[in-house]
């Protein structure tokens, strides 16, 4: 159900859901609960609502607000409509000081004729009279308060045909207006009930009026635009009809008429009248009550404080004072009218038919409207019933049945009714959230004492994280050493790497000094090896000087042998020469195979060198970085121990 803002009763943004509303409520489904954005907010469904105002009367935060025709009334007023007003009699009751100033205000702005519906009333009184004389009808219930009528068309449809089919004051005062004295003006009418704004728009009362206009908001429009005139009075003379907004103001006319041996149930007060049809439908329907009639009205003091009274106006009693004034007013110097005092009953009810002789009783009658079917609701079976109150966590007869009413309804089993169809919602049991409660309650308890078996464990873990903290900090005190000792072993390998890298530069240097001295010795020996060609070439020739010396001797002679003695000696000395030239050039080729040996092998040290230089450099660099690695250690490894440390201190 979406509520509309148009619609005659609805809720503002002033609602907390406080279900007070739903506790005064007769009518199931009419105030439903719900959540809006969050918020738990009660609306209204208007096809269910009678506009009882029971909910205006019990609301604290001013939630509910009604709708009227006020503002339309007066703007067509402004655009020249032609518009006469039936006056409900509880206007003058509550206004006896502005009445006249407010008619007048209201004359200056168009309006056309003024007719008090108390000579409406008296009509309706004449019309249940005759009525009753003219078919017999007993024990039926009256109907100038249309929320009861809405109310019995929407729940109690059976007794339909026991409501009087005899107009209220209101229509009786429009049909009059119109019929008899021939006004064809539309008509507004000034109402102290919300709810008469429904039987104005019922289809059964042929669109006399066009306005409800209620005494709050006329009086708020009057004061807001300073409407004002001079006194102004209604037309029409009126008898006791005046007192039908009281308690029992029915029941007074006809006993006015009839005396007070009739006997005439009187009830009235939202719900109370409701729960009391409820409970004598059968009775009422099946014509078992000893009564005339029951005299049923909405209102607890009647129509003089209705719905759509000021507050300020319906909390006093000043208004029933002044209705009781007119009452007797209106019995004294009446001469011999129905209303004279010294007449008797059936004088006065002669003199009233004779007052109202030309009007046709068929013109005050009217129909009903069975409007049940939009207010029916489903009624849970039993299993779904059991469900629901599960779902509410009440699993027992006694918890089904605590009918506490803090959810707005008499009974749980009620309340479960309602959420079935949707009506209101389980957050809204006190019982449920009692028992959320407590379900909390305990669940809080049993964490209460996990949390307290787990400061045990903590208390005693957290001793066992003290005694491994010390042993840690024990380890923590070796691993420094051992990392001061890496760093300082460390420092001496970058040093003696340093160190070696320097000496692996003198090796290298060495060994290009000794290649190039090899290659010194080889040039020395390439020289050598042509000296030894030169003086094997010259012992050659000494050789073949030393022959031919030997020749020349020989042929000397004697005198020669002086002579062959040197060219012998010579020979020898070239054979030696050469011989000695030979041994050396194999020297010096073992020389040359050996410096190409040592040159092989300085060039096979140089690259040794180099790879142990590189290494070394290597081995420096590697150094550093387990330097720094020692150092991200030691930072680590106090971080871990400043961890520790807080851990242990909370």
Not at 222 to 230: A, L, N, T, V, Y
Not at 267 to 286: P, Q, S, T, W
Not at 621 to 635: C, D, G, K, N, R
Request: proline share 2%.
């Amino acid at each position: 159900m979406t509520e509309e803002k148009n619609a005659l009763v609805f809720t503002n943004d002033n609602c907390i859901g406080c279900n007070k509303c739903i506790s005064v409520c007769s009518c199931m489904g009419a105030c439903v609960s719900h959540v809006v954005d969050g918020i738990n907010r009660i609306d209204v469904d208007s096809d269910k609502c009678i506009a009882c105002g029971a909910c205006f009367d019990v609301c604290e935060h001013h939630a509910r607000e009604f709708a009227d025709d006020t503002e339309r009334f007066f703007e067509d007023l402004k655009k020249g409509e032609r518009i006469s007003l039936l006056i409900a009699p509880a206007f003058k009751a509550n206004y006896p000081s502005e009445y006249g100033t407010v008619l007048g205000g209201l004359k200056k702005l168009g309006v056309n004729r003024m007719i008090s519906v108390s000579f409406g009333a008296d009509i309706t009184t004449w019309g249940y009279l005759n009525y009753i004389d003219k078919y017999g009808f007993t024990g039926g219930i009256s109907q100038p308060c249309p929320a009861v009528v809405g109310y019995i068309e929407r729940y109690l449809p059976e007794l339909l045909p026991k409501l009087f089919p005899v107009q209220s004051p209101m229509m009786c005062a429009a049909i009059y207006a119109r019929k008899q004295m021939g006004i064809t003006d539309k008509f507004a009418f000034l109402s102290p009930c919300i709810a008469k704004k429904m039987e104005i728009e019922d289809g059964n009362n042929g669109g006399y009026i066009s306005y409800n206009v209620t005494f709050d908001h006329l009086m708020q429009y009057i004061r807001k635009h300073g409407i004002s005139g001079e006194n102004a009075t209604d037309e029409v003379e009126y008898g006791l009809g005046s007192i039908y907004p009281t308690p029992g103001g029915l029941k007074e006319n006809v006993y006015w008429f009839l005396g007070e041996s009739v006997f005439i149930r009187q009830i009235e007060g939202e719900k109370h009248m409701y729960e009391y049809l409820e409970r004598n439908r059968e009775k009422i329907a099946k014509d078992k009550t000893p009564y005339l009639f029951i005299d049923a009205l909405n209102c607890a003091n009647g129509c003089i404080c209705g719905t759509a009274v000021e507050e300020d106006k319906a909390n006093t009693d000043d208004a029933l004072c002044a209705l009781l004034k007119i009452r007797e007013s209106v019995k004294k110097d009446k001469g011999m009218s129905a209303w004279a005092k010294k007449l008797s009953p059936k004088q006065r009810l002669k003199k009233l038919n004779q007052q109202f002789k030309n009007l046709d009783l068929s013109d005050y009658l009217r129909r009903y409207t069975d409007r049940s079917a939009q207010c029916t609701y489903e009624k849970p079976s039993a299993t779904q019933l059991n469900e629901i109150f599960a779902s509410m966590n009440k699993n027992t007869q006694k918890e089904q049945t605590i009918d506490c009413s803090a959810c707005g309804y008499q009974s749980c089993k009620q309340m479960a009714e309602a959420i079935f169809n949707g009506f209101n919602r389980k957050e809204n049991c006190i019982h449920y959230v009692k028992s959320i409660v407590q379900i909390e309650k305990e669940h809080a308890e049993e964490l209460a004492e996990e949390v307290k078996q787990e400061k045990i464990e903590v208390e005693n873990g957290r001793k066992r994280v003290l005694e491994a903290v010390n042993t840690i900090n024990e380890e923590f005190a070796t691993l420094y050493q051992s990392v001061d000792d890496m760093a300082a072993g460390n420092e001496n390998n970058a040093n003696e790497s340093t160190g070696i890298s320097g000496d692996m530069q003198e090796v290298f240097r060495f060994c290009e000094n000794l290649s190039n001295a090899m290659g010194d010795i080889e040039k020395l020996l390439e020289e050598l090896s042509k000296n030894n060609a030169e003086v094997v070439s010259i012992a050659s020739q000494t050789n073949l000087l030393a022959l031919n010396a030997s020749i020349e001797a020989a042929r000397a002679g004697e005198a020669g042998k002086g002579f062959a003695v040197v060219a012998g000696e010579i020979n020898n000395l070239a054979t030696d020469s050469r011989n000695t030239a030979n041994r050396s050039s194999e020297s010096q080729e073992q020389i040359l195979a050996s410096i190409s040996s040592i040159v092989a092998d300085a060039d096979k040290l140089m690259e040794i060198v180099h790879a142990v230089n590189d290494r070394t450099q290597n081995l420096a660099a590697s150094t550093e970085e387990i330097s720094a690695s020692a150092q991200v250690i030691l930072e680590t490894a106090d971080h871990v121990k400043a961890s520790l440390q807080s851990l242990v201190s909370e």
